[in-house]
C-alpha cells in the first residue's frame, strides 16, 4: 500500500467549543459523544482538519454529500455572489431566475420526461413531496381509491411522517405512533446466506420482487397508489439490489397503474457512475426525490422530480387556482439554487459523474480485501459505494464496528461511517487511487485489532 500521500497545507484557524450542552445533535449518542467529542472545524478536498489539527481523510463525502470534495471556491464564489445580489426570494407567486435556470439545469440531467422540479430543502421533505404528488396525482385523475404506499422494510426515506411511515428502520418508527395509515412495506432484499461477498449487483434475489405481487394480491392492486424505494438503500448498511430486481419492480407496477418512486437521496449525483442510479440501471421512476449531492453539501436542498404526464394531470381546472397545496418558504431559495447551478458546472467540468465508473473496480477490488479479516462477514459495494459488515459481539450490536469508527477518527486520521456493525464508505467522487488505498489499509489494521 502507498504512503499516505502530503496533506493540503492551508486550513482556517478552528474555535475552541466551550460549551456543548445546549446543542441536541442529531441520530448521536448525546452524552456519549459529549463525553469525548469529534470536532471538524475546516475542510479542503478530500480532508476535514479536526480542533487538534489532525487533517483527516473523508471516506463518507460528510454525509454522503460532499461528491466534489470539500470547499469548492466555484460553489463558494456563487454563493457569496449571490447572498450579496438576492438572498432571499419568495418562490411562491413570485419568481427569481436561479430556480428556473436550475429546474432546467437538472431536468436535462435526469431521465426520460422527469422534467418536473419541485425544490425542498432536504431529503426528507423531497420524499416527502414525491409522496404527496403521488398521491395527489391520483386525486387529480379521479382515482380516489388509490391511496396506499407502499415502502421496503429497512428503507430510509428521512424523517418526516411520511418518509418514516414508508421507511423500514424500526429504530427511526417506533417511537413515533401513529404513523400514516394504509401503508405496507416489501421485504428487503438483504439475504448473506445467498450473496455474501457479491461484486457489484448480487446475484440472487429477483423474485423479493415479486413480494409487491403478494401487497397486490392482499390489498387489491387498485388501492395502491405509489411504491418507494432507494435503487441502493444507504443508511441502513448498504443493500444493493439484485440483478433485474428493479426492472421486475417497475414491470409489476406498470401492469398495476402504481407510480413507481426512487429515493435517490444519496445514490443521485454521480455516486454510481451517473448522474442518477435510474440511468445505470435502465429503470426510470415516475418521480425521484433527491438532495445531498445536489449542492455539493455546501447548502441545504432537495429536488423532486416528475415525469411530464404527471405535471400535466395537475395542470386542469382553472388557470387562477392553485394546483398543488404544497411548498415549502424556502423553495428554490437563491443562495441554495447558485449553490447547486455552481455545483452541476463543477460536476460538469471535472466529468465527476463518470468517475464512480472509472474508479468502480479498483475500489471493488480494494474493498474485496478485507475479505478474510477478523469479523468480517460481508462485503458489498457498487460505484464508489461500500458496505463492510461486522460480526456483532454478542448483546451488545453495534460497539464493534462503532469501536473501529473510534480508531479510525482518532487514531488513523480516517473518517468512515457505521450503522450497527456496518461500515459505510461513500467518498466523494475526487478520490485518488491512493487514497483509496489508504482508506482500506487503515481499515484492515484496525479490524484485526479490534475483537
Ligand atoms: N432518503 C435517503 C435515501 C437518505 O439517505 C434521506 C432520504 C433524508 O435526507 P435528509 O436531507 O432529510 O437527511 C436520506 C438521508 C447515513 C446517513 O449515515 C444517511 C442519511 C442521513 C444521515 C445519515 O447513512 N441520508
Not at 39 to 53: C, I, K, N, P, R
Not at 72 to 91: G, H, K, N, S, W
Not at 95 to 104: D, W
Request: net charge negative.
Amino acid at each position: 500500500m502507498n504512503a499516505p500521500e502530503s496533506l493540503p497545507g492551508q486550513f482556517f484557524s478552528n474555535e475552541v467549543i466551550e460549551n456543548l450542552d445546549n446543542f441536541w445533535m442529531p441520530f448521536t449518542a448525546n452524552r456519549q459523544y459529549k463525553a469525548k467529542p469529534k470536532v471538524l472545524v475546516s475542510a479542503e478536498g478530500m480532508y476535514y482538519q479536526s480542533d487538534d489539527g489532525r487533517k483527516i481523510l473523508d471516506g463518507t463525502a460528510g454525509l454522503w454529500c460532499c461528491n466534489a470534495g470539500h470547499s469548492r471556491c466555484e460553489i463558494t464564489a456563487a454563493v457569496t455572489q449571490q447572498i450579496a445580489q438576492l438572498d432571499y426570494a419568495p418562490t411562491f407567486q413570485l419568481g427569481h431566475p436561479l430556480a428556473f435556470q436550475l429546474a432546467e439545469r437538472l431536468s436535462s440531467l435526469a431521465p426520460a420526461d422527469l422534467n418536473k422540479v419541485f425544490f425542498t430543502n432536504s431529503g426528507s421533505e423531497a420524499v416527502d413531496t414525491a409522496l404527496k404528488i403521488a398521491l395527489a396525482y391520483h386525486q387529480a385523475n379521479g382515482d380516489h381509491n388509490r391511496t396506499r404506499l407502499i415502502g421496503r422494510e429497512k428503507g430510509y426515506h428521512g424523517v418526516g411522517f411520511g418518509g418514516i411511515s414508508v421507511g423500514g428502520i424500526s429504530n427511526n418508527r417506533k417511537a413515533f405512533i401513529p404513523q400514516l395509515p394504509g401503508v405496507d412495506h416489501l421485504r428487503h432484499t438483504l439475504d448473506l446466506e445467498r450473496n455474501a461477498f457479491s461484486r457489484g449487483l448480487t446475484q440472487y434475489g429477483v423474485e423479493f420482487a415479486d413480494d409487491l405481487e403478494r401487497l397486490c394480491q392482499l390489498h387489491d392492486p387498485s388501492t395502491i397508489a405509489a411504491v418507494i424505494v432507494e435503487p441502493i438503500a444507504g443508511s441502513v448498511g448498504v443493500i444493493i439490489p439484485p440483478q433485474g430486481y428493479l426492472k421486475r419492480l417497475r414491470e409489476i407496477c406498470d401492469r398495476h397503474g402504481i407510480l413507481l418512486i426512487f429515493d435517490e437521496v444519496i445514490t443521485g449525483y454521480g455516486r454510481v457512475g451517473k448522474a442518477f442510479a435510474s440511468q445505470r440501471y435502465d429503470v426510470i421512476p415516475d418521480i425521484m426525490a433527491t438532495a445531498k449531492g445536489i449542492t455539493n453539501g455546501a447548502i441545504p436542498m432537495g429536488a423532486t422530480f416528475a415525469k411530464d404526464f404527471i405535471y400535466n394531470t395537475f395542470m386542469q381546472g382553472p388557470e387562477h387556482t392553485i394546483e398543488f397545496f404544497h411548498g415549502f418558504t424556502f423553495s428554490g431559495h437563491p443562495v441554495a439554487a447558485a449553490a447547486a447551478l455552481a455545483t452541476m458546472d463543477v460536476y460538469d467540468k471535472e466529468n465527476l459523474f463518470e468517475k464512480a465508473i472509472e474508479l468502480e473496480s479498483y475500489w471493488e477490488d480494494a474493498a474485496h480485501s478485507l475479505k478474510g479479516v477478523g469479523n468480517v462477514i460481508d462485503i458489498r459495494n457498487y460505484g464508489l459505494i461500500a458496505g463492510i459488515e461486522l460480526s456483532s459481539r454478542k448483546g451488545e450490536p453495534g460497539t464493534r464496528a462503532y469501536d473501529v469508527f473510534n480508531q479510525c477518527f482518532f487514531e488513523e486520521d480516517l473518517l468512515i461511517r457505521t450503522t450497527g456493525d456496518i461500515i459505510a464508505l461513500s467518498p466523494p467522487l475526487i478520490i485518488q487511487k491512493n487514497q483509496i488505498d489508504r482508506i482500506f489499509d487503515i481499515l484492515t489494521r484496525v479490524i484485526k485489532t479490534i475483537n
